[in-house]
């Protein structure tokens, strides 16, 4: 199965996650990166903002069709309870070009739940699987929360 994992990290956080179950299933990977300046206090606080609104920020261009692939598994940290806004743009950008999706994500607190169901009604998609890790568990102790990702990956093969 051609698989594609996509994703958007503002500290680095996700992008672990990411690059984790790319290695593990030798999938094509690609970062969305936003327009807008994330870095620091200031973009922390714009990033809440912008999520919690449900703004599309411009995203550079992408370079791999997510209409190529059959699955694509789309990762986000979680921005004010919700999907991070870059995300939010890829997602209204290529709805209705999935074959297939799964999501993980990344939280300091909560809102897992409610982003998976926005991304599900935005892709058009209900997703083959779903894998929550709070920020903690990756930048301390991600090795022995590996069974986690296998159980993810084996979902979604």
Not at 12 to 28: R, Y
Not at 37 to 47: I, R, T
Not at 119 to 129: L, Q, T
Request: proline content about 4%.
């Amino acid at each position: 199965m051609k698989t594609l994992i996509v994703y958007h990290s503002r500290t680095g956080i996700t992008k672990k996650v990411a690059e984790t179950i790319a290695s593990l299933i030798k999938a094509d990977i690609e970062e969305i990166h936003s327009k807008t300046n994330y870095k620091g206090p200031l973009g922390y606080l714009k990033a809440g903002k912008e999520s919690s609104m449900k703004k599309l920020p411009k995203i550079e261009e992408v370079k791999k069709d997510p209409s190529d692939y059959d699955l694509v598994v789309i990762g986000t940290p979680i921005w004010a309870w919700t999907m991070a806004s870059p995300i939010r743009s890829y997602l209204s950008k290529f709805s209705g070009h999935f074959q297939n999706v799964a999501f993980f994500c990344t939280m300091g607190g909560n809102g897992d739940d409610k982003a998976f169901l926005h991304m599900a009604e935005i892709s058009g998609k209900e997703p083959k699987a779903t894998l929550t890790f709070k920020t903690k568990e990756v930048a301390k102790d991600f090795d022995e929360h590996m069974q986690r990702v296998k159980d993810f990956v084996q979902k979604i093969k």
